[in-house]
């Protein structure tokens, strides 16, 4: 049995129409299922919750990153096989690039029948699921500005704007951190990332080594940047180089804890706001189609 999660929000509306498809797609192809459609935020993840108890094969997030992190926190720890299948139908779907899975809705679904799922790890920060990355800094002040600029553009245009306006007006934070309970270190910081997947805000790599099933976390830590070497930085960054950049510091770790000072943190495209974090991978914490 496959439950369907649709979100028909996602994307400015094209959740709803994804959704639609897939749903005529299955009863074509003639397979069990069951299409539950979401109407407000965290319900997903109660109807993940009853979809592992039903003991379902698959269930299916059609939506965005959003949408995918909600289904997976009604689904990890359940106790169950219930497997994640992500139909990306969302504005940024950063997360399913990194899985490998088609972008094309049609084709992430027809991957997603086609190829068993896989032990993939999860994270957590302060007790809260994450699948993709929680970082805060530089990429926190692009969703800001993405946000504004959603309303006008769609797919990757926001958040280059965010990108684009977060270079020229963006302070560095002073970052004291620690990675699996060592020494703490304090500095003048651009960003600080913790990653599961590697890239954020519509395909920025922020992680470009990362794997989803090495039972470790990316971190990546930017210092301060001259303001005449941001430009250089910015292009260097979407071409994947960041851990070129002298100013970068990189590891694999289980865990890594810090603070800044009025601290708001990105949690897969989420910002909240926390006074000191703690990230820390959860090893294959969840079936995956990918």
């Known amino acids: 049995m496959i439950y369907a999660i649709c979100n028909p929000i996602a994307g400015s509306g094209r959740g709803k129409i994804i959704g639609e498809i897939i749903k005529k797609i299955l009863i074509e192809k003639n397979l069990p299922f069951r299409m539950m459609v979401t109407e407000r935020p965290g319900q997903a993840t109660e109807f993940a919750r009853e979809a592992c108890d039903m003991h379902a094969d698959t269930v299916l997030a059609i939506g965005g990153d959003g949408t995918s992190l909600e289904v997976a926190r009604g689904m990890i720890g359940r106790g169950t096989d219930t497997a994640l299948g992500i139909i990306p139908a969302g504005t940024g779907n950063d997360f399913v690039k990194t899985l490998g899975v088609p972008l094309q809705p049609m084709a992430a679904l027809d991957y997603i029948l086609a190829h068993p799922p896989k032990s993939t790890d999860a994270g957590e920060i302060n007790g ?50 620690s990675i699996d309970g060592g020494e703490k270190v304090t500095l003048d910081a651009f960003v600080l990332s913790a990653a599961n997947g590697g890239k954020i805000g519509g395909g920025i790599p922020i992680a470009p080594q990362a794997k989803v099933d090495d039972g470790k976390l990316d971190v990546t830590i930017v210092g301060k940047v001259k303001k005449t070497k941001l430009i250089g930085r910015l292009i260097g960054l979407m071409r994947g180089k960041i851990l070129d950049f002298p100013e970068t510091q990189y590891c694999r770790a289980k865990s890594v804890t810090f603070t800044v000072p009025e601290m708001r943190v990105n949690i897969d495209g989420e910002i909240v706001r926390e006074k000191t974090v703690t990230a820390r991978v959860l090893p294959g914490a969840l079936m995956i189609h990918r």
């Open 128 to 177: 809260e699921i994450f699948l993709n990355e929680i970082g805060t800094g530089f990429d926190v002040s692009v969703l800001d500005y993405a946000a504004k600029a959603k309303k006008t553009f769609r797919g990757i245009l926001p958040y280059l704007y965010g990108v684009l306006m977060t270079l020229f007006r963006f302070h560095s934070i002073s970052l004291t951190y």
